[in-house]
Each structure stands twice: as C-alpha cells, then as structure tokens.
C-alpha cells in the first residue's frame, strides 16, 4: 500500500516535467494570398459591366440635345412717343411740318413653335416659327377733345437665336440673342375722333423688318422615366433699330392729311413677351 502511495506521488512530480521536455507540433504556414492582376477576373465571375454615365435619374448623358417645344404667350407691342422737334416732318418742297403723333402701347398675343439643338445642353441655336397678333392704342388732344388711335396687325415671326444654358437640373435657366425677322400682314387703324371729323380716314402700313430679340428663361425639366419633358417659362424682348426717332421714319409721308395725321407705320420698335409651354428633347 504505501508502494502504491509512493508510486503515485511520484508520477505526478515527473508529469509537468515530461510535458515541458516535450517539444511542441510543428506550426503549419498559412496559405498567402496571390494578388488578382489587374483587369483579370476571378474564374467563374463574370466580368464587372462598368455602368453607362448618366446625369439625373437615370437620364443617359448625351453629346446633343435636339427638342421641339410649343409656346404660348402674351406680348406687348409699342412705339415711344417723339419730343415735339422730332415730329416736324419733311415736306415734298424740303420744308418742315408740324404732325400729329401719338405714342402707342398694346397687348396682343400667339403662339408657335421652336427648334433647338444645344451642345452637352450648355450652347446651342434655336429656330422659332410665331403667329401673333401685335397692337398699340394711343390718343391725341384737339381742341379739347380727345382722338383714341388703334393700330393692329397679324405677324409671322422668325427668330435665330444663340443659346446659352447652365446644364443643370431640375431647373435649367437660360439667355439668348440673335435676330428675329417679321413678316407683317396687312395692318389696320381704327380712331374714335368723337366729335372732330377727320378729313381723311386713318391709314397704317408696314413692312417685313428685322429686330434683335434676346430674353432669358426657365427650363422645369419633368421627372418622366425614359422622355426629357420639359417645360419653358421664357421672358422675350425685341428691339427694331429701324424705326428710328423721327417722325420721318415713324410715317408714310406720302400718306399725311390736311389734318397733318399720316399713314401710321407698324412696324413696331420694342416688342415684349412672356410665353409658356412644353418642349420634348429626343434620348
């Protein structure tokens, strides 16, 4: 029994030195990993298709953008009234004539159609195609009464314009200038002389001129999936450099009465227009 006892004790003193004694498992290395080479896929996976650029929603960028729009709007027509040495007319002997001339402002209106290519949506030329009626009111004192003038006519308008966007969205603003041709249809005059009889009726005439029109402007471009819809707010000005500031060039002086009122012309010196619409641009 006490063999046993001893037997044991000793076992238990050599274990912790066997266990020390015992060399340890030889570590095995862990796999490194091979860098891929760049452009080479991992085998079995497909290759990353890299995603096409795109600028708003889903909108694909594109070199060019070719729309059509539709406008609507109201516009003002006016001619400034002259300082009195200006409304001295020449006669056919060469002489000078006092003649009665009003100043004339008017609302008409119209509508029509734009072609328009912008480069990357920043530069770009846009083609108009207008119909408007362009009228002007206004009224001289005779005696003490009043004579009320009105001048009307229906036109067609070309304007070729240089444009020039932010390419921004959802709002894209804009400015444009260039020339804008008018071709004006037969005009009419009416008065309302009250009392005063005019020895001859009213007359107006009018030639195709050209103006500069320049404006600015909105584009409100609408979240529709796969269409570039928009819609245009545009302010338009229009200026006639050829309507001058003398009473010569704002006349028909063949046309002038014995109550020293001429043939009107209507060719308008300063047009203004607020327009509204939709316009579609091609993807």
């Known amino acids: 029994m006490r063999l046993l006892k001893s037997s044991c004790a000793v076992a238990?003193?050599?274990?912790p030195l066997v266990a020390v004694a015992q060399p340890d498992a030889p570590s095995v290395p862990k796999p490194t990993a091979v860098p891929e080479a760049p452009g080479v896929p991992e085998p079995g996976v497909p290759p990353a298709v890299p995603a096409e650029a795109t600028d708003w929603e889903g909108e694909i960028s594109r070199e060019w953008e070719v729309g059509v729009?539709?406008?609507?709007?109201?516009?003002?027509s006016?001619?400034?009234e002259l300082s009195d040495?200006?409304?001295?007319?020449t006669t056919p002997n060469g002489g000078k004539r006092p003649t009665l001339y009003p100043g004339f402002g008017g609302v008409g209106g119209g509508g029509g159609l734009t072609v328009s290519g912008m480069w990357r949506g920043i530069v770009g030329l846009e083609l108009g195609f207008f119909y408007s009626l362009d009228q002007g009111k206004g009224d001289?004192?005779?005696?003490?009464?009043k004579i009320d003038f009105t001048l009307s006519q229906e036109a067609f308008h070309l304007p070729i314009v240089l444009k020039v966007a932010a390419?921004?969205?959802p709002v894209r603003p804009f400015v444009f200038f260039g020339p804008e041709f008018v071709f004006p249809g037969e005009p009419d005059a009416e008065t309302d002389s009250g009392l005063i009889r005019l020895t001859e009726p009213i007359a107006a005439t009018a030639d195709n001129y050209l103006t500069l029109a320049f404006g600015l402007g909105f584009e409100f471009m609408l979240p529709v999936k796969d269409a570039d819809v928009r819609i245009p707010l545009v302010l338009r000005g229009a200026w006639n450099p050829s309507a001058g500031d003398t009473i010569d060039d704002r006349i028909d002086v063949d046309g002038c009465g014995a109550d020293d009122i001429c043939t009107f012309k209507t060719e308008w010196e300063w047009q203004?227009?607020?327009?509204?619409?939709?316009?579609y641009y091609f993807l």
């Open 69 to 76: 729009g539709l406008l609507g709007f109201v516009n003002g």
């Open 85 to 89: 040495g200006d409304k001295l007319r």
């Open 272 to 279: 203004a227009e607020v327009a509204l619409g939709v316009a």
């Open 167 to 169: 390419p921004v969205k």
């Open 12 to 15: 238990l003193m050599i274990a």
């Open 78 to 80: 006016f001619m400034t």
């Open 140 to 145: 001289l004192t005779i005696n003490a009464a």
